[in-house]
């Protein structure tokens, strides 16, 4: 069974920078596709950034509009660990951060708990 656990949320001022990480067990990342979403109070989970392993798109990363160029994805697989980046942090990136994994197309099947990430003004 693949478990993931996130951490490093927290609270930052805006303009500040926070990096989240998840840990995966049970799978090596090698052969997982990952990805962070976020929901924030009152509103859907949104996809945030992806990162796609070597063997499946030479290692895509995929990021929404509104994180471009301020998120990075990122992966250590000999930790089996992708990290979120997160620079230049707005109020409005204030939600749960999750981590989200599955293996080849379809959807995500593998959550985490989630992290909080709360940016002030």
């Known amino acids: 069974q693949v478990q993931l656990v996130e951490s490093g949320g927290g609270l930052v001022q805006a303009g500040g920078s926070l990096r989240l990480s998840c840990v995966v067990s049970?799978?090596?990342?090698?052969?997982?596709?990952m990805a962070w979403f976020r929901q924030a109070p009152g509103k859907e989970r949104e996809f945030v950034a992806r990162?796609?392993?070597?063997?499946?798109?030479?290692?895509?990363?995929y990021y929404a509009d509104s994180v471009k160029g301020r998120f990075t994805i990122s992966r250590d697989n000999a930790k089996n660990t992708v990290y979120l980046q997160m620079n230049s942090l707005k109020p409005e990136d204030t939600a749960v951060y999750s981590c989200?994994?599955?293996?080849?197309?379809?959807?995500?099947?593998?959550w985490g708990q989630g992290t909080q990430v709360t940016v002030s003004s």
């Open positions: 989200a994994a599955k293996i080849g197309n379809g959807r995500f099947d593998y």
């Open positions: 049970g799978r090596t990342t090698r052969s997982l596709v």
């Open positions: 990162s796609d392993p070597i063997n499946y798109s030479g290692g895509n990363t």
